[in-house]
């Protein structure tokens, strides 16, 4: 892979904004268990189905991450795939960090 290319800027950025980010993306999964627990079905299947969603939703990056500087590209694929935030949400970031965005992107065929 290309050598990771941003800014000092990105990575104060980056952490300046994951929070946000994360309350955003964590509000949308309360809406949808929300969602599921008011769906059809026996009661026990939904509480169980939300207990599987809980253990599967905490280990997204939109709901906890360490943040690295090594791994920061990754980081935002990762939110990406997850729909946890758009390229519109990286519109402050560097040219230096959406190439080097691309180039992950380009090479993980996402």
Do not use: A
């Given at each position: 892979m290309e050598q990771q290319r941003y800014t000092k800027k990105d990575v104060k950025l980056f952490r300046e904004k994951l929070p946000g980010w994360q309350e955003a993306y964590m509000d949308r999964l309360c809406k949808e268990y929300?969602?599921?627990?008011n769906g059809e079905g026996k009661p026990s299947e939904r509480f169980w189905e939300l207990d599987k969603r809980m253990k599967e939703d905490k280990q997204q990056t939109g709901v906890r991450c360490t943040i690295s500087r090594a791994d920061l590209i990754l980081l935002v694929v990762n939110l990406l795939c997850e729909e946890a935030i758009t390229m519109e949400d990286l519109?402050?970031?560097s040219d230096e960090f959406h190439k080097s965005l691309e180039e992950?992107?380009?090479i993980l065929g996402i």
């Open positions: 929300v969602k599921l627990l519109s402050d970031f992950h992107r380009r």
